[in-house]
């Protein structure tokens, strides 16, 4: 570990030729990030949690009543030991000589076996309620953390990313941003077992623990400009997706189909144009201006956003898809169009909501 540890904060990964960790220190009015800071975003999470839990409850319930949505009581099964096992070990849809064999182990009939696991699936499958409480945590979040990133110089002109590098000084509002995003990654990976169980769980930690970590490194090689122009470019988008979730589960079809098309317009402009042609030429051309020799986390993070782009492109993909048959074959709402695309994709309709 003691290695690991010197390798790791090798100046030569991090920092330019002839600068070393001990010239950020701060001095003359200028303050720099600093590694050990990012722990205080353990503490944040929770105190996110703390938010949601209030905003689940006093926010999301009384809103989803105001838009129709209705608690819906799933009948529970009875207990049942052999049934219970064989539902968590070996299949939860049982074939029918299956099931013949579990009703004479139960001695009862085949279709009260039939009848348990159907009840069962259904207290897998989360309640809309359910899915309209994380939704509205998920929107409320991604668009309060959108003010923190804007009106800055660099967010108009992508050259003053650059300026002065590596001594820029940290602003507050870029540490309360950093924090803020940084400890909402964490607070979605804590409530990964309890939240509403997705089939692509790995794909979700995976995905979560990549986020923390290219944050985490922007934060610690000061590259904090870029790493802000980033965030607020995936974070736009975002908010009208869960705000078009939540009139989906709401029934709203009109202002749902309104939603997702600002939501696509926005993705296409932010991910698809911006990124590449305004992010990526930064991180990828800019350098040269400023140095010969680029440092080993010019290509770790810029290998990470190329592939972090490829997948903007498949999703704006389906995106595309779906709207192409919302608008022009006439699909009543977006969802029935999106069941219809992710299926000819091979996505279960399980999984269709995790994976849009």
């Known amino acids: 570990l003691y290695w690991l540890g010197l390798w790791?904060?090798?100046?030569?990964?991090?920092?330019?030729?002839?600068?070393?960790?001990?010239?950020?220190?701060?001095?003359?009015?200028?303050?720099?990030?600093?590694?050990?800071?990012?722990?205080?975003?353990?503490?944040?999470?929770?105190?996110?949690?703390?938010?949601?839990?209030?905003?689940?409850?006093?926010?999301?319930?009384?809103?989803?009543?105001?838009?129709g949505i209705k608690n819906v009581r799933r009948v529970k099964?009875?207990?049942?030991?052999?049934?219970?096992?064989?539902?968590?070990?070996?299949?939860?849809?049982?074939?029918?000589?299956?099931?013949?064999?579990?009703?004479?182990?139960?001695?009862?009939t085949a279709h009260l076996v039939e009848k348990w696991f159907r009840r069962r699936r259904n207290l897998e499958i989360p309640t809309v309620l359910r899915k309209f409480q994380e939704t509205t945590y998920c929107c409320s979040a991604d668009r309060s953390l959108n003010h923190l990133s804007s009106q800055k110089p660099?967010?108009?002109?992508?050259?003053?990313?650059?300026v002065g590098y590596p001594f820029q000084t940290l602003l507050p509002s870029q540490y309360w941003y950093y924090m803020a995003e940084i400890s909402?990654?964490?607070?979605?990976?804590?409530?990964?077992?309890?939240?509403?169980?997705?089939?692509?769980?790995?794909?979700?930690?995976?995905?979560?623990?990549?986020?923390?970590?290219?944050?985490?490194?922007?934060?610690?090689g000061n590259y904090v400009r870029l790493g802000t122009l980033v965030m607020f470019v995936h974070d736009t988008a975002d908010f009208w997706l869960e705000a078009a979730k939540m009139f989906n589960y709401a029934h709203w079809e009109k202002t749902c189909n309104t939603?997702?098309?600002i939501f696509s317009i926005a993705f296409f402009i932010t991910r698809i144009i911006l990124f590449p042609f305004w992010i990526l030429r930064a991180?990828?051309?800019?350098?040269?201006?400023?140095?010969?020799?680029?440092?080993?986390?010019?290509?770790?993070?810029?290998?990470?956003?190329?592939?972090?782009?490829?997948?903007?492109?498949?999703w704006g993909y389906l995106i595309f898809k779906i709207l192409r048959r919302f608008i022009f074959l006439k699909v009543s709402n977006f969802a029935s169009a999106e069941r219809f695309v992710l299926l000819k994709n091979g996505i279960s309709f399980e999984d269709q909501d995790a994976k849009t």
């Open 283 to 314: 991180t990828l051309y800019q350098p040269t201006y400023y140095s010969t020799t680029p440092v080993i986390a010019y290509f770790l993070f810029n290998g990470q956003l190329l592939i972090l782009q490829g997948l903007h492109l498949y």
């Open 259 to 261: 939603l997702f098309i």
């Open 184 to 220: 909402f990654y964490w607070s979605l990976l804590f409530t990964l077992g309890i939240d509403n169980k997705r089939k692509d769980f790995l794909a979700h930690v995976v995905h979560h623990l990549a986020a923390i970590g290219l944050m985490s490194g922007s934060w610690c």
């Open 154 to 162: 660099w967010f108009y002109d992508i050259w003053q990313t650059w």
């Open 77 to 108: 099964p009875q207990p049942n030991p052999v049934l219970e096992s064989y539902f968590r070990e070996c299949s939860k849809h049982p074939s029918q000589s299956e099931i013949q064999g579990l009703a004479k182990k139960c001695n009862c």
């Open 8 to 67: 790791f904060w090798w100046e030569n990964i991090w920092m330019p030729v002839n600068v070393t960790w001990a010239h950020f220190v701060d001095r003359d009015g200028l303050v720099f990030p600093k590694p050990h800071q990012l722990y205080a975003t353990i503490p944040y999470a929770f105190v996110l949690l703390i938010i949601r839990f209030f905003s689940e409850r006093y926010v999301a319930i009384p809103l989803a009543k105001a838009l």
